[in-house]
């Protein structure tokens, strides 16, 4: 399967170049990045030691929305709105893990999955994806007897707050709980807070040095705690997980999908929050 990639020179970017080339099953066939970038011209094996490819990253998705047959994009989410756009006239499926959409991004995202394929997850990798179904099994069980909390830790250069996988955690424990996470979520806490009210869901952010991303969900009861941690030591576990969802996405006309869906884990409460 041809796959490009957008975002190419950024972490992830390299990363999914990497993770295309030791993929059998695909190949790389388009580089995208933004305009101005000194990295535009660049032939996108280089960006990852691997030598000349003959896939130079370009500043123009549209004059390459035909090369490929999925593409993945880790950017910004206004560079993600403007690809989902460009996509839906290309006819061409995308794979999404920009962080950070807003409610009219999403929505779009939404409109343009009616037309063509759109795989849009907060977190590729496959044991966060395994931790979301766990934590529908321990919010089940434990209930309303518990207080929540959500802590997670990312580098230093991340730029929205909480991650979109700390979020999507607090989304499938509320959605277990029948409550909505819009309205018992509870960011950061200072000066006289008054007690705790159990019925809402905390989050706790910690940002620092090159910590690749760490979520703990912690169900607190009296006299006992469970506590599910899933902690990422590097990205490429992210990058796999991305170009195994373009390889199942390949196989779908149209239509928004998850991580979930891609691992065949989706029940009845799992599903991205855009849907
Ligand atoms: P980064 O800043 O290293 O890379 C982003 C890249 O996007 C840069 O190369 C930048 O030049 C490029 N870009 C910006 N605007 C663009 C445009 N208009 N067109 C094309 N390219 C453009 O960031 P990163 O650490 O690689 O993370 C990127 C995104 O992926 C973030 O939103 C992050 O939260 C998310 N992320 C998601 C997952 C997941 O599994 N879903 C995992 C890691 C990171």
């Avoid at 206004?78 to 920009?98: K, Y």
């Avoid at 409610?103 to 009616?114: H, I």
């Avoid at 008054?194 to 009296?222: S, Y």
């Avoid at 997980?241 to 891609?262: N, S, Y």
Wanted: net charge negative; with cysteine; glycine share 12%.
């Amino acid at each position: 399967m041809k796959v490009g990639i957008i975002g190419a020179a950024g972490r992830m970017g390299r990363m999914l170049i990497e993770a295309t080339l030791a993929n059998p099953e695909t190949e790389l066939a388009a580089a995208v990045d933004v305009p101005g970038s000194s990295l535009i011209g660049v032939d996108a094996g280089e960006l990852v030691g691997a030598g000349k490819l003959g896939v130079t990253v370009g500043d123009d998705l549209a004059a390459v929305a035909g090369q490929a047959d999925v593409f993945i994009d880790f950017t910004v989410p206004e560079a993600t709105a403007r690809n989902i756009e460009t996509c839906r006239q290309a006819g061409s499926r995308l794979v999404i893990g920009t962080t950070g959409l807003n409610d009219e991004q999403k929505a779009r995202l939404r409109a343009a999955s009616e037309e063509v394929a759109i795989c849009f997850a907060p977190n590729y990798s496959v044991g966060v994806n395994l931790c979301f179904k766990l934590l529908e099994t321990a919010a089940a069980v434990l209930g309303d007897d518990v207080d929540i909390e959500i802590i997670e830790a990312h580098h230093r250069h991340k730029i929205d707050a909480p991650s979109g996988t700390a979020l999507r955690m607090g989304e499938v424990v509320a959605q277990t709980l029948g409550r909505d996470l819009n309205e018992c979520a509870v960011y950061g806490r200072e000066g006289r807070t008054g007690e705790r009210d159990r019925q809402t869901i905390g989050f706790e952010t910690i940002r620092g040095g090159d910590i690749v991303g760490d979520h703990t969900v912690l169900f607190a009861a009296e006299g006992e705690r469970v506590e599910i941690t899933h902690k990422a030591s590097s990205r490429m576990a992210f990058a796999r997980g991305a170009v195994r969802a373009a390889l199942w996405l390949g196989a779908q006309p149209k239509g928004l999908f998850d991580m979930q869906d891609v691992l065949g884990l989706a029940g009845e409460s799992a599903g991205w929050g855009a849907r």
